[in-house]
């Protein structure tokens, strides 16, 4: 590509990838970071540009089938570096080697009504924007080998200021994503009004794994079926730097994050974890008004299951295995506000609704989850501070509301809670202080 200059695909015209490896000639970009493992070849590519464009009605074919191997034998579809003003709208891009479209350290990047068909090989991620600011991406339709959107930070330059909006996406991986790429985080991102379809992963993944600052998420009114798991939030500690010989970034940080208006059906039967490392704790988390359905079938063993930590692990919403809860398992969170929060089981599920351990300042508002015959307790809270549960009425046929353990626990209040249907509102461990637990309304705690 060049400055000032549109590549027009007219309606019916395919632009064609050469199957020959030699017709891509390798470009070393001046912007260095960790995609300089991946590939050095491109179909399309501009670099330091201004004002640039592809539209039409158009497609591009890049023939993804026909390379076979490692990353650098697999050349990438649409690669921009360090350009500013780059619109991409309405064409169809299909069949990629590798990466489908690569924006790296761009301004000003609108991305409208195109389509992606990509599921020839691997890597097949639909929108990558990496280290870039002011990126606007709506109206797209992607069917994906990898991730159908994702944010990436692969230098130190963070992706900021970024919306995705009114798009369906389907992939073999994650939905809407951003990681595990982290270095640079993340700033200002909004995602809303997207349809996610049989997905194998998560339909929201939100990772900070090698170093960065993930800061200021809104995401809102996602539906999503056919999904892995509905959200899944991850603060790790890979630490893998960007560049040869440098030193492993320290480690990241999450927080500020919102998602609200969520409806999702078909997740399997693993759950959705929200999960920071001891001593650096995802913070200022709050999920609202979602409807959130699962297979079930977990047992009373899977909700006894020790979680491990693994810290440096690839973070993928199936890392810890079945968690002990069938809805939601927080670990290492500051400021958790839960609202609104609707739970449903496509068969019955033994597990517990929601664990929480060691989080501070946690907020349980209109939580309702169905009725399993012989379950775990509803709610497991472990070295909790400063939680406050309302608004909950437990299913007829409830055996234990809250089951509270941790010598650490203390500040638990329960407050215009229903409990009539429930046979016991607290099961609490020897090893709580007595003073931790508190309720202000009917049916008083008593510790055993």
């Not at 049989?198 to 079926?225: F, H, K, P, Y």
Request: proline share 5%; charged share 20%; glycine share 8%.
């Amino acid at each position: 590509m060049k400055s000032n200059v549109t590549l027009r695909l007219d309606t019916g015209s395919t632009l064609l990838g050469s199957s020959s490896l030699k017709d891509y000639p390798p470009t070393v970009q001046a912007f260095r970071s960790y995609t300089d493992n991946y590939t050095d070849k491109s179909l399309i590519y501009g670099e330091k540009l201004k004002r640039i464009a592809i539209t039409g009605n158009g497609t591009i074919d890049g023939r993804g089938r026909t390379f076979k191997g490692p990353y650098k034998v697999r050349p990438y579809m649409i690669r921009i570096i360090q350009c500013q003003n780059v619109t991409v709208k309405d064409v169809t891009i299909q069949n990629s080697p590798m990466w489908v479209q690569h924006y790296l350290a761009c301004d000003d990047v609108l991305i409208d009504g195109i389509i992606v068909r990509s599921r020839v090989n691997a890597n097949n991620d639909g929108i990558n924007i990496d280290c870039c600011h002011r990126v606007l991406i709506s109206n797209c339709n992607i069917t994906s080998g990898d991730d159908a959107i994702v944010l990436k930070s692969t230098a130190a330059r963070p992706c900021r200021n970024v919306t995705v909006s009114n798009c369906v996406l389907s992939s073999l991986c994650n939905g809407l994503k951003m990681g595990t790429e982290s270095n640079g985080g993340f700033q200002n991102i909004v995602m809303t009004g997207c349809a996610i379809y049989d997905t194998r992963l998560a339909g929201i993944a939100l990772e900070i794994v090698d170093g960065g600052t993930m800061d200021r998420v809104v995401i809102s009114n996602i539906s999503m079926d056919g999904i892995g798991a509905p959200i899944f939030l991850r603060l790790g500690n890979r630490a893998r730097p960007f560049k040869k010989d440098m030193e492993k970034p320290k480690m990241g940080a999450m927080r500020n994050i919102t998602i609200s208006n969520i409806e999702a059906t078909g997740a399997n039967p693993t759950g959705c974890a929200i999960s920071g490392l001891p001593g650096y704790p995802i913070e200022n988390v709050t999920i609202s008004n979602a409807r959130l359905s699962f297979a079930g079938g977990g047992t009373k063993k899977d909700a006894a299951r020790p979680i491990p930590e693994n810290p440096t692990a690839y973070p993928e919403y199936s890392m810890f295995g079945r968690l002990s809860a069938y809805g939601f398992y927080c670990r290492h969170v500051k400021g958790l506000k839960l609202s609104n929060i609707q739970l449903q089981l496509a068969k019955p599920d033994l597990r517990h609704a929601l664990v929480a351990g060691d989080v501070q300042n946690l907020s349980i508002d209109d939580l309702d989850t169905p009725f399993s015959k012989d379950a775990a307790a509803l709610i497991r809270l472990n070295e909790v501070k400063a939680a406050l549960i309302r608004g909950c009425r437990p299913p007829a046929g409830t055996d234990t509301f809250l089951k509270l353990q941790g010598a650490k626990s203390e500040g638990i209040v329960l407050t215009a809670n229903d409990f009539i249907r429930a046979a016991k509102v607290a099961d609490i461990a020897p090893n709580v202080p007595t003073t931790a637990l508190s309720q202000l309304a009917n049916h008083p705690v008593e510790k055993p």
